[in-house]
């Protein structure tokens, strides 16, 4: 199993711009996470999804939008990149049940100028 | 919503001897709390995790305690080696984990030889 794979590593965007932050995983995870982290700091939970259609908005989801159409894969979307949006975004997945560990993807580094 | 508070902020310890890392938590319905050792540019990565049933819980050189009354759990590293050098993040969750976890803001520790 490959786990949580994220794409792409590295971005840079222009402010105003949009992109999406791809993460899948092939664990068949129903729960899946997209959190931020900014320089010196934890995380944040920005989304999250508890199954393909539902999704749910964490501690800091302005600016984003996510989507689960299936099982494996949980885009988010920056529509109006803003510098603000500066940071490393994580995606994670769990099984679901009961108290079980969040797995983590590589990270996308994004920086907006 | 939870608030994690996670200190100290830095610790540097010789080789050898052992680091204690604390965090509270505010929300009496958290009932999972794991640990996650980050190093520079990498994913968080999963090292030890607690529930609220457990008071305590071992693994070689890690331990960690839970104290439901007081709302706080420690992370306890005997024997410190150089690799045991990174960034550690307490997490806490209402959901088991299952809707996102909180962070703390992490503690850099460094091991001096």
């Known amino acids: 199993n490959a786990g949580v794979t994220q794409t792409p590593k590295f971005r840079i965007l222009k402010i105003g711009q949009s992109m999406t932050l791809q993460c899948t995983q092939d664990m068949n995870h129903n729960y899946m996470y997209w959190y931020r982290q900014d320089p010196g700091m934890g995380l944040k939970l920005i989304y999250y999804s508890v199954g393909a259609g539902i999704t749910d908005k964490g501690e800091v989801p302005n600016g984003y939008n996510v989507s689960r159409s299936t099982t494996e894969d949980f885009p988010l979307r920056l529509e109006l990149a803003a510098p603000s949006q500066t940071s490393v975004y994580f995606c994670?997945?769990?099984?679901?049940?009961?108290?079980?560990?969040?797995?983590f993807g590589d990270g996308t580094r994004l920086s907006i100028l | 919503g939870e608030n994690v508070e996670q200190h100290p902020s830095t610790l540097s310890v010789q080789e050898g001897d052992s680091a204690v890392i604390k965090c509270t938590y505010s929300?009496?319905?958290?009932?999972?709390f794991p640990w996650y050792k980050q190093e520079l540019g990498k994913r968080p990565q999963l090292i030890i995790d607690i529930r609220s049933n457990v008071g305590e819980k071992k693994d070689q050189r890690i331990a960690v305690t839970l104290n439901k009354t007081a709302k706080h759990f420690s992370l306890h590293i005997t024997e410190t080696q150089p690799e045991d050098s990174a960034v550690y993040f307490c997490?806490?969750?209402?959901?088991?984990?299952?809707?996102?976890?909180?962070f703390g803001k992490g503690t850099h520790l460094i091991i001096q030889p």
């Open positions: 929300d009496s319905a958290s009932n999972y």
């Open positions: 997490a806490a969750s209402p959901g088991g984990g299952a809707d996102g976890l909180t």
């Open positions: 994670a997945s769990n099984i679901g049940t009961g108290n079980q560990p969040q797995h």
